[in-house]
């Protein structure tokens, strides 16, 4: 049980270039997250998918894009990526149908774009 | 929408002391409030969560008090030990039916000195 798996761990970038992150869980869980971490700013929720087959925007969704390819993955693209988006991306999921609303995180992919 | 206070932002405490990070939030509607643990270079986990119709939990030598008419909650670690050492993040959820909003706080670094 290998609960929220996110690649790549590290990735660096030039402005401009485009890339996916990749997440994935076994836990069956509906509701899954992406979230950025900068320092001083917290946890921002970026998107999120509900369910399959849904997803909608959060705080911060500029740049990013989204997809829910079923219901163990959710990948977020960055189409042109600026040094803005630099910053540590967290995958998360949630079982929607619980009453707990604990978030199960992956561990983080650091991403430095130059 | 949600806006989730936290203070202070840093926190330094002696072995043996005790910490305590306050949190305020806006939405009254919100009625799910859990405690998460960073340690450097981890992912988020949770440690402790508390109810909007409970006032109070604890869990060995953490503890969560719930204000709801202030809308305010506050996270209590006693008798600190180093692995304490963390940043720790508030949210306030609500969490009804299919609908689930969370907003989390800024975060507190807390350093507990040996």
Known sequence: ?114 | GENVEQHPSTLSVQEGDSAVIKCTYSDSASNYFPWYKQELGKRPQLIIDIRSNVGEKKDQRIAVTLNKTAKHFSLHITETQPEDSAVYFCAAIYSGGSNYKLTFGKGTLLTVNP
């Not at chain 1, 998360?92 to 199960?104: I, K, M, Q």
């Open chain 1, 1 to 114: 049980n290998a609960g929220v798996t996110q690649t790549p761990k590290f990735q660096v970038l030039k402005t401009g270039q485009s890339m996916t992150l990749q997440c994935a869980q076994d836990m069956n869980h509906n509701s899954m997250y992406w979230y950025r971490q900068d320092p001083g700013m917290g946890l921002r929720l970026i998107y999120y998918s509900a369910s399959e087959g849904t997803t909608d925007k959060g705080e911060v969704p500029n740049g990013y894009n989204v997809s829910r390819l079923n219901k163990r993955e959710f990948s977020l693209r960055l189409e042109s990526a600026a040094p803005s988006q630099t910053s540590v991306y967290f995958c998360a999921s949630r079982n929607g149908g619980a009453r707990t609303g604990e978030l199960f995180f992956g561990e983080g992919s650091r991403l430095t774009v130059l």
